[in-house]
């Protein structure tokens, strides 16, 4: 059974850090893309970042050169690193895996197991 487990979020003023962790466990295929996604209220999920089995990633265009999305090794934990962040960041973060390939502009379609996410609060 694959299980992702979110961790990292918190309260910070505009301007400041966070690294969000995703530890993952049931999952051994070798072809896999896992992202981070971030959710407001009243809005649909919005993709931040991807990274697939071969470390290839892409991110929105609103976090590029702020966030940085990074897995172990061992695959089995992914990392979000933001940086210089912004009101508009703050969120439910969620760590999302699908059995297939990065595919950009799929969305959430894509993933097949989430997360119960983290909270990222950023005040001005």
């Known amino acids: 059974q694959v299980q992702l487990v979110e961790s990292g979020g918190g309260s910070v003023q505009a301007g400041g850090s966070l690294r969000l962790s995703c530890v993952a466990s049931g999952y051994k295929y070798s072809r896999y893309c896992m992202a981070w996604f971030r959710q407001t209220p009243g809005k649909e999920r919005k993709e931040v970042a991807s990274i697939d089995g071969d470390g290839a990633t892409v991110y929105a265009d609103s976090v590029k050169g702020r966030f940085t999305i990074s897995k172990s090794s061992d695959r089995d934990t992914l990392y979000l690193q933001m940086s210089s962040l912004k009101p508009e960041d703050s969120g439910t973060y969620l760590c999302?895996?699908?059995?297939?390939?990065?595919?950009?502009?799929?969305?959430?379609?894509?993933?097949?197991?989430w997360g119960q996410g983290t909270q990222v609060t950023v005040s001005s």
């Open positions: 999302a895996l699908s059995h297939k390939s990065c595919d950009v502009g799929a969305g959430q379609g894509l993933y097949n197991y």
